[in-house]
């Protein structure tokens, strides 16, 4: 990793971000690596921690390492932007684009069947609208 960019998730981190990762083992180039060994090996050190711990806080937020991105969310409360009560990615992809203050989810079905399925979306106080359209395939 590069010690700009380390010195900037420390400042991140620090204001309260909360940032999922492995820990970095060395700096990217050769000038770094012969003037900032040490003070990169502190950060990382006071980012990351020195124990074997999953979790480390630092200033006002927290570094997160070594456990699944999705327990990670959870434990965070963080929803899904889209799901299906039945959960097969390759089944259904999505986009979301929000245009002004109007949330537009493409939802489609990626098999040459028809799919029944109940969708839940991470958009509050809004009426939905649905709109189909079926191709017939060749």
Do not use: C
């Amino acid at each position: 990793m590069e010690f700009a960019t380390l010195k900037r998730i420390a400042k991140l981190v620090n204001d309260g971000a909360v940032v999922y990762g492995p820990k970095p083992v060395e700096m990217l180039s050769v000038p770094e690596i012969e003037n900032n060994t040490d003070e990169f090996n502190q950060l990382v050190n006071a980012l990351w921690g020195m124990t074997d711990s999953t979790e480390n806080n630092y200033g006002k937020g927290k570094v997160i390492y070594g456990k699944p991105i999705g327990r990670v969310l959870n434990e965070l409360n963080v929803l899904p932007d889209f799901a299906s009560n039945v959960s097969d990615p390759k089944e259904l992809m999505f986009i979301h684009k929000r245009i002004e203050n109007i949330d537009a989810y493409f939802v489609f079905n990626q098999q040459n069947k028809l799919l029944h399925r109940e969708l839940s979306f991470r958009v509050e106080g809004k009426l939905p609208e649905i709109w189909m359209q079926q191709l017939k395939y060749i």
